[in-house]
């Protein structure tokens, strides 16, 4: 039998004030046990909200009668819907749904009032932006009742009989680009984002906490080397990898879960590759501020979690607060989201995505500006 | 004239927060020339071969190193100088000759290939250059680490502590092909802990907390210190030795293996001093003394002058 050492308190005690000292040296660390917490508070408790209210609607009036003026002001009046616009012609409204403009467009036909007063139950065109089907859900089982409602204030007196019908107007609503609903057609594409982040932003966060950890950044340092030729350097491979999950995501997108893929592939690959640029020099410029390989871990994850659940993916970006939004606008997720499922389900050409493409742009040039401003040429 | 010297800086400072770690070193070294740095760890002999090739910023400090300025020229300096860092700073998940190649590209060298291929025979690495640069031994990591430090045929090598942790047997190699290659006309600047390896360079310079306390050729540096040192053998040195420590007029007593060195820098009070030992069953011997004995003697001194 071999004779073992008994169980010591004070041995154990020595590795428990071990540790203590060492968490209270590693402040990143330490901040991330008060900061994740919070954060996860913050945008749980009070930024995401699965019942989005005051969507933006816009209203085709055709029919410029007290009856189409009384449906505006009741969907102005309404919990979910908020009026942004009027429109005028039918490409107005599709190139509004198309960029993520309004959320729904509502149409009161020619002859609207004549045709209610006639009792002949004027049809209303309700068209929803339905590619994320949880974002219009609760708004569309309300339109009826709002719209009704509406009509009710003004159906009084003689015309008080047509009120006492069940339905004095007929609802058509369209739920345009995922017409049934299904939330595959949403995640699926929204899933190449989320994973791009997660793995380009880790994978050249590492890239030069690694040289500094490992000893190499010295050798690398002392040769003649400028700091944009090694921080493009580093990102540029990853292009690749990022390609390769792209192609992964968008086989299975289409195979697996039959996501329609109505928009160019081309014109998806080359926003990807913007996208995948932007995170790899959102990587690249942790991986300048953290001092080791695991402080560049935790500020992936710092930013992963907001990408997750400020940009849309996860919860109706519609359903922030202002606040949250404004953060969400500055993720590059939030725009490859609607970039991504604008091509593939709304079949979005350059023109409806460049605006996107351009913030996407705009960040990664933002970030990698830091990132060789922040990448020392001397080991001081 | 500048141009007949590899190094020539005065001033050299360098502080970290309030401490100065290299304060104010002026050094020359000659084209050619194999010239030995050496001191205690953290007596800044790093800090100042990072400036020197442009790692660091030198808080303070001017002049040339290969003709160009030290402090604004450090683009044309790393072009032309091989350091070596004292940790092995090459990619262990590449191969030798994956490593050679990366740093054959990074400095532009044109015939990259036969420069490469050059470089491993001449290495004696040829049978391994697919071997992973973190597979090797220290010895064989070291002689990848010189080869690539050399292929872009630089003028002047700066070597920090590059025989720490080698076998006598390697070390006793790479000495030989610096010397080999200082006759070819390179001109090297070693950090090192070996005496033997100080004996071997043709100048030296000792520093202590950032200070230059002595530099010459190991004859001039032992000479100036000015240490007259016995030898003594005998039983009970150990005992001997506290009790000469103590003694006023014996600057230090140092055991090396089984016998013991004595020293200070007043003979005769030294002689007076040791006079009641003599008695004792030992064999008292005055010799010359050694770079060791000079080195401990300044370390020793230096502590009195700079330490806090």
């Known amino acids: 039998m071999k004779k073992r050492t008994p169980l010591s308190f004070a041995r154990f005690w020595a590795i428990v004030i071990k540790e203590f000292v060492q968490m209270r040296r590693d402040r990143l660390t330490f901040g991330m046990i008060i900061g994740i917490p919070v954060v996860q508070l913050m945008l749980f408790g009070y930024a995401i909200n699965g019942d989005p209210k005051r969507l933006p609607t816009a209203v085709l009036l055709a029919d410029s009668s007290q009856f189409g003026r009384t449906l505006l002001s009741a969907l102005k009046n309404s919990e979910y819907f908020t009026f942004v616009r009027e429109i005028h012609t039918e490409a107005e409204a599709e190139g509004a749904l198309a960029r993520g403009e309004v959320q729904f467009v509502v149409t009161v036909p020619e002859n609207f009032s004549r045709d209610l007063l006639r009792g002949e139950k004027p049809a209303i065109l309700v068209e929803a932006d339905a590619t994320d089907p949880s974002a219009t859900g609760n708004a569309i089982a309300s339109l009826r009742t709002v719209l009704n409602g509406g009509l009710r204030h003004d159906l009084t007196g003689p015309l008080a009989y047509l009120a006492a019908t069940a339905d004095p107007i007929d609802l058509r609503v369209h739920a345009r680009y995922n017409p049934e609903g299904i939330s595959q057609y949403n995640i699926v594409p929204g899933l190449m984002g989320v994973v791009l982040t997660m793995t380009m932003v880790m994978i050249t966060g590492l890239a030069i906490t690694r040289e500094r950890e490992r000893g190499t950044m010295e050798n690398l340092l002392s040769m003649p080397t400028r700091p944009l030729e090694v921080l493009l350097g580093k990102i540029v491979p990853y292009i690749f990898v990022g390609y390769i999950q792209v192609g992964l995501i968008l086989t299975a997108a289409r195979f697996l879960f039959h996501v329609p893929m109505a928009g160019s592939i081309p014109l998806l690959l080359l926003a990807a590759s913007v996208f995948i640029a932007a995170n790899l020099a959102m990587g690249i410029t942790f991986s300048t501020l953290a001092k080791n390989q695991l402080q560049a871990v935790q500020m992936t994850f710092f930013f992963f979690l907001p990408s997750l659940l400020l940009s849309g993916f996860m919860f109706p970006f519609r359903g922030m607060p202002g606040w949250a939004q404004v953060i969400g606008e500055v993720l590059p997720l939030t725009h490859f989201l609607r970039i991504v499922r604008g091509i593939l389900l709304k079949g979005n050409g350059f023109q409806e995505v460049a605006l996107q493409l351009w913030q996407i742009v705009l960040f990664a040039l933002v970030v990698l500006t830091v990132g060789v401003k922040r990448y020392r040429k001397t080991l001081d | ?308």
Not at chain 2, 112 to 136: T, W
């Open chain 2, 1 to 308: 004239m500048t141009d007949s010297f590899a190094i020539d800086v005065r001033g050299m400072t360098k502080r970290f927060g309030e401490h100065t770690v290299v304060n104010g070193i002026d050094l020359q070294v000659r084209r050619g020339e194999v010239y030995g740095f050496l001191g205690p760890n953290g007596s800044g002999k790093t800090t100042f071969i990072r400036m020197l090739c442009g790692l660091l910023a030198a808080d303070a400090g001017e002049g040339t190193c290969l003709g160009f300025d030290v402090i604004n020229e450090s683009e044309a300096i790393k072009r032309q100088v091989g350091y070596m860092t004292q940790r092995f700073s090459f990619y262990e998940d590449l191969s030798i000759a994956e490593n050679l190649d990366f740093v054959a590209r990074m400095y532009g060298i044109p015939n990259r290939r036969d420069a490469v291929r050059e470089s491993i025979e001449r290495l004696g690495l040829a049978g391994r250059q697919k071997q992973l640069a973190g597979e090797l031994s220290g010895g064989w990591k070291q002689r990848l680490a010189l080869a690539a430090c050399l292929i872009h045929q630089p003028k002047l090598l700066l070597l920090d502590e590059p025989t720490a942790g080698v076998d006598p047997k390697a070390r006793r190699d790479f000495w030989e092909q610096i010397h080999d290659l200082a006759g070819q006309g390179l001109t090297f600047l070693i950090t090192t802990h070996y005496m033997d390896e100080a004996e071997r360079c043709d100048r030296l310079a000792y520093l202590s907390y950032g200070n230059l306390l002595t530099n010459g050729t190991a004859a001039e540096v032992i000479a100036g210190a000015g240490l007259t040192t016995w030898l003594v053998n005998g039983p009970d040195l150990q005992e001997i030795a506290s009790r000469l420590r103590s003694t006023p007029g014996v600057q230090q007593a140092v055991a090396f293996g089984t016998r013991l060195h004595v020293s200070g820098t007043d003979a005769d009070s030294l002689e007076q001093a040791i006079a009641p030992f003599r008695a004792e069953p030992c064999i008292w011997q005055q010799i010359n003394p050694g770079l060791e004995d000079v080195f401990i003697h300044l370390m020793g001194r230096s502590k009195d002058n700079f330490s806090l």
